[in-house]
């Protein structure tokens, strides 16, 4: 999701038992040689929910209020959505040819070695630092054992990257070469990320209202474990350690693994544009099931949406890697400033 705590609450969860929830893609993927139960880290912090003042006085749970702050902004999503509808932004068709790195079976390989080597980099940490398994720890893993979690998994999934990165040499560039430039394929990241922002929180919204409903309780507004445990041990050595991993490297692993990797897999198998976007945005979303509260997927799935059109758009990863990096420095913020 680069993909940082995701796959510390992926595997995490099926690897070491304990710790306040559990963030993995399906339980059910790799759970038949681990053992059950464990902590949901994530790197990447779900979109934070405003709070005002009514919402933060105790009230009836079960009641469907929405705020200015909420009207305003499904009003700024919506004048979005009709100029990208308008402006047909939404296309991907043209597309500009990315260097052929593999074949797409070699990448899509990568792809679940990377996914696995984050769950045995998780196991090996939990041994060197001595994190116990415990399932009778009420209150879950400490910040710096998350910290210490998300070292191992990067480590080993550096050898990913590795294999990326030598790939990425050897390939050449398509002729003619229509990618975007390096600072045009930012820019349009950066655009894309501001135009979807409100539509991902929208999203969020009413999936988080569907959830009150069935369930009778108010949606967490910051719904993503590892923000609530920075919230609660600001500027220790833990928190400075886990804020670059969720601002710097987890945008950057989770991108190679899911939009570098993954989608590439896809498109090389012959399948579109969109459906391919769409495909790994779902496996995205759902890597953050346990970490993140159920209403955040939604607004997860329509964010990430906007990571693999503007990938597809820009032949660059550049473009996803810094909407990454933005979106969460951007959530971690507003989770800080609401705390």
Do not use: C
């Not at 309780?217 to 445990?229: K, N, S």
């Amino acid at each position: 999701m680069v993909f940082s705590l995701i796959l510390i609450s992926s595997f995490g969860q099926q690897l070491i038992a304990a710790g306040p929830e559990s963030s993995a893609a399906s339980d059910d993927f790799f759970s038949a040689d681990v053992p059950p139960a464990t902590p949901a880290l994530t790197a990447s912090p779900v979109p934070v929910s405003p709070v005002s003042p009514e919402e933060a006085a105790p009230a009836d749970d079960s009641a469907f209020r929405i705020t200015i702050a909420d009207a305003l902004t499904m009003l700024l999503a919506a004048v979005f959505l009709i100029v990208i509808v308008g402006k047909k932004w939404f296309r991907l068709d043209r597309l500009p040819r990315t260097p052929g790195l593999a074949d797409p079976l070699v990448l899509l390989v990568l792809f679940l070695l990377g996914l696995a080597l984050a769950a045995i980099g998780v196991m090996v940490s939990a041994q060197v630092f001595g994190i116990e398994p415990s399932d009778e720890r009420e209150m879950g893993f400490t910040l710096a054992e998350q910290s210490q979690l998300m070292l191992g998994m990067y480590l080993a999934q550096s050898i990913v990257l590795i294999a990326f990165a030598v790939l990425l040499l050897r390939a050449r560039a398509p002729q003619p070469d229509r990618r975007s430039s390096w600072s045009r394929a930012a820019l349009v990241g950066g655009l894309a990320l501001v135009l979807i922002w409100p539509l991902m929180s929208v999203a969020g919204f009413f999936a988080g209202r569907v959830t009150q409903i069935v369930t009778g309780d108010r949606p967490d507004p910051v719904a993503h474990e590892t923000l609530r445990r920075l919230l609660e041990e600001p500027w220790s050595p833990a928190y400075i350690a886990t804020v670059i991993g969720v601002v710097l490297i987890a945008p950057l692993v989770e991108e190679v693994l899911y939009r570098g990797l993954l989608q590439r897999a896809l498109r090389g198998f012959g399948i579109g544009p969109w459906p391919a976007v769409i495909a790994t945005s779902a496996a995205f979303a759902l890597m953050h099931l346990g970490s993140a509260d159920a209403h955040a997927l939604a607004a997860l799935f329509v964010l990430s949406l906007a990571f693999g059109w503007a990938y597809e758009r820009t032949g660059r990863l550049i473009a996803p890697v810094l909407m990454h990096i933005l979106f969460n420095a951007g959530n971690l913020a507003l989770a800080l400033t609401l705390a």
